[in-house]
C-alpha cells in the first residue's frame, strides 16, 4: 500500500492511502488486517478519508512496515464477516439522514409557500393512515399520538408545524432503524463462527486436522462431541444430540442421525457425527441468525421492554389530557401542545441506544455480549461462580512429568495420550498435545471410535486393547483399572501440587502425566475487585482433588470452592442458589461448564475455551486478562444508572413542556421543536462513553 504520514503523536500515527477511493469492502479488509496484530493497539480506518488511525506499542517501524507490505488481495475475510461489519450500514443511514435534512429545509428556503403545503399535505396523509389503522385495530398508541397532532395542525393550517413535526419523526425513524440494524449487525457479528481447523475424513476413512477455509462442498468431516458444527449438511453416520440454540433459540438438543440435515453454528452436546458438507460456512448462517433475532426480544432488557410499554400505555392519557385541556381552555394552541409533546419518541429510542452503546463499547474491551438483558442481569448479579481450569488458571497449562507405570518409554505413553488427545477441546488436552508435538512425537490414527465421557475423560481400543484416560475417578473409581503391585508405593507418592491425567491400558494403569496448571496473576485482584463491585458471593468449583482446589481457593480469596464437581454438580449449585433469590454469574470455558453456563443468568465462556461454552454462554470474554469481568461488571452497573437518569430526564423534560404548553408560555411549534430536539439530545447522550479510560 502507498501512503503518506499525516500526522504523528506518542505512539499514534495518522496515514493517508494514496488510492482513487476506499470502499467499505476495502476499508473492512484493512482494519482486520491491522487488528491482527498485537503490536496494533487500536486502529480506525475512514473510509471517507482515506485515512488509517493507529494506535500502537512497540517500535513505529512495524507499522510502517506492515503498512508498506499490505494489499488487499493478502486476506481473504468470510463473506459474513464483511457483511455484518456495519461499515456500510453505518454510512448508508448517514447519507439517510443528511440527504432527510437538506431536503427538508432546502424545500423551506425554495419552494413557494402552495407547493409546500401540497407536500407537507401528501406526506401527512402517510401518519394518520397509520393512526387510523390503528385505532381500527383497536390500538391507542403513538401512531395516533402522532396522526392526531399533524392532523390537528394541518387543519389550523399550520403546515409548518405539522412539516416539523413529520420532519423530526422521520429523524427519529431513521434513527431507530439504524438502531436495530446496527444491533442485529453486532449480535450476528459476535455470533459467527470462529472455527479455524475441521477434521476431515480422507478417501481412507482417517481424521485430518486441516483448515476450515480449505474444505469444499462434498468434502466429509467429522463432528466430535462438544464441537461446533461448522458447515451446512447431511449426516452420513454416527449419531449426536445436537443443540440448536443459537439458530432456533431452543433450548432441548435435538437428535441427528443418518440422512438428517444439520446447520452450520450448531453444536454436537453428545455423540460425534460425520457430514457431508452441502454449504460453506457464511451464506446460510447470517441469514438464519437475522431472522432468529427478528422474531426474538433478545435485545431488549427488563428496563427498555418497560420503556416501550410505558410509552404506548401514556399515549391514552395525552390524548385526555388534550381533551380536558380544551374543555377547560377552549383554548386550541394550549390543547394541541400537549399532543405535541409525548414521552414514547425519546423513551422508544434513547434506551435501545443507550443499550447499543454498552454493548459496542464492551466490545471495544474484548468483551462480546448477546444482548441487553445479560448487562441488566450482570448489573443486578450478587454471586459469581469460577471452573478453576482456564479460568481462575491461564488456559495454557502444561506437562511437567510423566511417571511411567509399565515397561513402555515416557514417549511411548505421551504419544498414545496425544492421539487419544487431539481429538477434543480442553486446556488440559491440548496440554498433552502440545507436549508430544515439543518432542517431535507423530501419533497418527491408531485407536478405534473415540468416546468422550464429560467430566471423567476418554474411552477407545489400541490394537484390540481398551484404552481410556482422563481423571482419578474415570480411571481407578469407574473403570476399576488397577496400579500394579510393584508400583503402589510410587502411586502414593503422587506430586500432589499438579493436575493429574491418568492413562490406563487393558485396565491397568500405565502412566500419571502432571500437569501444570499455573494460577493467574490477577485471579485474586479480580476476586477483590469484583467484590468492591457489590458481588456478595465468589465461589470456585472445580474437578480437581481437594488438596489442589482448597491451595487455589486460599490463593484467589473466594468465599467457597468445591472439588471434584462434576458437571451436574455446578448446575445444581447454580439452580439451588437462584432458588434461593441470588442472581448468578458462571464463568467457565470448558465442555463440563456448558450446563452451569446455561443455567446461571448470565453465563460468560473465555474466548479460547471449548467451542460449545462459547455458543452456550451469554458473554464472552478474552482470555488474556479475567479483569474484563470487572469491566463487564462495571459497565453494566454504569448503563443502569445511565437508563435510570435518562428515564427521568425524559419524564420531568417533557412534563414541563406540556405544562408550560398548557400555561400558554411555548406554542404548539416551539414544544414540538424542544421534545423532538431533547430527544436526539438524550440518545446521543446515551452513546457517550460509560468507563473513563
Given at each position: 500500500m502507498r501512503?503518506?504520514?499525516?500526522?504523528?503523536?506518542?505512539?499514534?500515527?495518522?496515514?493517508?492511502?494514496?488510492?482513487?477511493?476506499?470502499?467499505?469492502?476495502?476499508?473492512?479488509?484493512?482494519?482486520?488486517?491491522?487488528?491482527?496484530?498485537?503490536?496494533?493497539?487500536?486502529?480506525a480506518v475512514y473510509t471517507e478519508t482515506q485515512d488509517i488511525a493507529v494506535c500502537y506499542r512497540g517500535e513505529r517501524g512495524q507499522i510502517l512496515d506492515a503498512l508498506q507490505r499490505f494489499h488487499y488481495g493478502q486476506i481473504k475475510p468470510s463473506e459474513a464477516v464483511l457483511q455484518s461489519s456495519g461499515r456500510a450500514l453505518s454510512m448508508e443511514y448517514r447519507e439517510r439522514l443528511t440527504t432527510t435534512v437538506l431536503l427538508h429545509y432546502?424545500?423551506?428556503?425554495?419552494?413557494?409557500?402552495?407547493?409546500?403545503?401540497?407536500?407537507?399535505?401528501?406526506?401527512?396523509?402517510?401518519?394518520?393512515?397509520?393512526g387510523l389503522r390503528s385505532l381500527y385495530n383497536r390500538r391507542i398508541d403513538v401512531a395516533v399520538l402522532d396522526a392526531a397532532s399533524i392532523g390537528v395542525s394541518m387543519l389550523r393550517g399550520d403546515s409548518g408545524t405539522a412539516g416539523s413535526i413529520m420532519f423530526l419523526l422521520r429523524i427519529g425513524e431513521i434513527l431507530e432503524e439504524w438502531t436495530h440494524k446496527k444491533s442485529v449487525d453486532d449480535l450476528v457479528r459476535s455470533m459467527s463462527l470462529q472455527t479455524a481447523r475441521v477434521w476431515?475424513?480422507?478417501?481412507?476413512?482417517?481424521e485430518i486436522l486441516v483448515p476450515s477455509d480449505s474444505i469444499r462442498i462434498g468434502d466429509i468431516v467429522r463432528v466430535h462431541m462438544g464441537n461446533v458444527i461448522p458447515f451446512d449438511g447431511e449426516v452420513t453416520d454416527g449419531e449426536a444430540m445436537v443443540n440448536q440454540a443459537s439458530l432456533t433459540g431452543e433450548g432441548l438438543a435435538v437428535r441427528k442421525g443418518a440422512h438428517s440435515y444439520v446447520y452450520a453454528g450448531t453444536v454436537s452436546e453428545e455423540g460425534e457425527l460425520t457430514i457431508r458438507v452441502r454449504q460453506l460456512a457464511g451464506a446460510s448462517r447470517y441469514e438464519k441468525i437475522i431472522t432468529m433475532i427478528e422474531e426474538s426480544e433478545k435485545l431488549k432488557s427488563k428496563l427498555e421492554a418497560h420503556a416501550e410499554n410505558l410509552a404506548d400505555r401514556l399515549v391514552p392519557y395525552s390524548l385526555l389530557g388534550t381533551a380536558f385541556t380544551w374543555l377547560i381552555t377552549r383554548n386550541t394552541t394550549k390543547a394541541l401542545s400537549i399532543l405535541m409533546v409525548d414521552f414514547s419518541c425519546a423513551l422508544k429510542l434513547a434506551m435501545p441506544v443507550t443499550v447499543l452503546s454498552a454493548i459496542r463499547e464492551a466490545g471495544s474491551h474484548g468483551i462480546t455480549v448477546k444482548g441487553g438483558k445479560y448487562l441488566e442481569a450482570m448489573a443486578e448479579a450478587d454471586t459469581i461462580v469460577f471452573d478453576k481450569t482456564g479460568t481462575l488458571t491461564k488456559a495454557m497449562p502444561s506437562v511437567v512429568k510423566i511417571l511411567s507405570f509399565d515397561d513402555r518409554s515416557e514417549d511411548e505413553l505421551l504419544r498414545i495420550?496425544?492421539?487419544?488427545?487431539?481429538?477434543?477441546?480442553?486446556?488440559?488436552?491440548?496440554?498433552?498435545?502440545?507436549?508430544?508435538?515439543?518432542?517431535?512425537?507423530?501419533?497418527?490414527?491408531?485407536?478405534?471410535?473415540?468416546?468422550?465421557?464429560?467430566?471423567?475423560?476418554?474411552?477407545?481400543?489400541?490394537?484390540g486393547k481398551l484404552a481410556v484416560i482422563g481423571s482419578y475417578h474415570f480411571i481407578i473409581e469407574?473403570?476399576?483399572?488397577?496400579?500394579?503391585?510393584?508400583?503402589?508405593?510410587?502411586?502414593?507418592?503422587?506430586?500432589?501440587?499438579?493436575?493429574?491425567?491418568?492413562?490406563?491400558?487393558?485396565?491397568?494403569?500405565?502412566?500419571?502425566?502432571?500437569?501444570?496448571?499455573?494460577?493467574?496473576?490477577e485471579a485474586g485482584g479480580v476476586i477483590a475487585a469484583l467484590k468492591a463491585a457489590g458481588i456478595k458471593k465468589t465461589v470456585m468449583m472445580t474437578g480437581d482433588n481437594e488438596y489442589t482446589a482448597r491451595a487455589i481457593a486460599e490463593r484467589v480469596?473466594?468465599?467457597?470452592?468445591?472439588?471434584?464437581?462434576?458437571?451436574?454438580?455446578?448446575?445444581?449449585?447454580?439452580?439451588?442458589?437462584?432458588?434461593?433469590?441470588?442472581?448468578?454469574?458462571?464463568?467457565?470455558?470448558?465442555?463440563?461448564?456448558?450446563?452451569?453456563?446455561?443455567?446461571?443468568?448470565?453465563?460468560?465462556?473465555?474466548?479460547d475455551g471449548a467451542e460449545i461454552a462459547r455458543e452456550i454462554a451469554d458473554v464472552t470474554i478474552a482470555a488474556e486478562d479475567l479483569y474484563e469481568v470487572v469491566t463487564l461488571k462495571r459497565l453494566s452497573d454504569a448503563l443502569m444508572k445511565r437508563i435510570r437518569s435518562n428515564y427521568r430526564t425524559i419524564v420531568g423534560f417533557n412534563a414541563g413542556l406540556i405544562s408550560l404548553g398548557v400555561a400558554g408560555v411555548l406554542p404548539p411549534a416551539t414544544s414540538a421543536l424542544l421534545h423532538n430536539t431533547s430527544t436526539i439530545a438524550i440518545s446521543l447522550r446515551g452513546m457517550e462513553k460509560f468507563l473513563k479510560d
Open positions: 501512503f503518506i504520514i499525516k500526522h504523528e503523536g506518542k505512539k499514534r500515527l495518522r496515514v493517508h492511502a494514496l488510492q482513487n477511493r476506499m470502499t467499505c469492502r476495502q476499508a473492512d479488509i484493512l482494519q482486520l488486517y491491522l487488528d491482527g496484530f498485537d503490536f496494533v493497539e487500536r486502529a432546502g424545500k423551506q428556503w425554495l419552494l413557494p409557500a402552495p407547493i409546500r403545503l401540497i407536500l407537507s399535505s401528501v406526506k401527512a396523509l402517510r401518519y394518520i393512515f397509520k476431515l475424513v480422507n478417501d481412507k476413512g482417517q495420550a496425544a492421539c487419544l488427545e487431539e481429538h477434543f477441546p480442553h486446556s488440559m488436552a491440548k496440554a498433552v498435545v502440545d507436549a508430544a508435538s515439543a518432542r517431535g512425537l507423530s501419533h497418527e490414527e491408531m485407536h478405534s471410535k473415540v468416546e468422550y465421557i464429560v467430566a471423567h475423560g476418554i474411552a477407545t481400543t489400541i490394537d469407574d473403570e476399576r483399572c488397577f496400579v500394579p503391585d510393584n508400583m503402589k508405593s510410587e502411586f502414593a507418592k503422587l506430586p500432589m501440587e499438579y493436575s493429574h491425567l491418568y492413562l490406563a491400558l487393558e485396565n491397568r494403569l500405565a502412566a500419571v502425566i502432571c500437569i501444570e496448571d499455573p494460577l493467574r496473576e480469596g473466594v468465599d467457597e470452592y468445591y472439588s471434584d464437581a462434576l458437571p451436574e454438580d455446578k448446575a445444581a449449585f447454580v439452580e439451588k442458589e437462584k432458588q434461593k433469590g441470588h442472581r448468578i454469574i458462571m464463568i467457565g470455558d470448558g465442555i463440563n461448564d456448558s450446563l452451569a453456563l446455561s443455567a446461571a443468568d448470565v453465563g460468560i465462556a473465555i474466548s
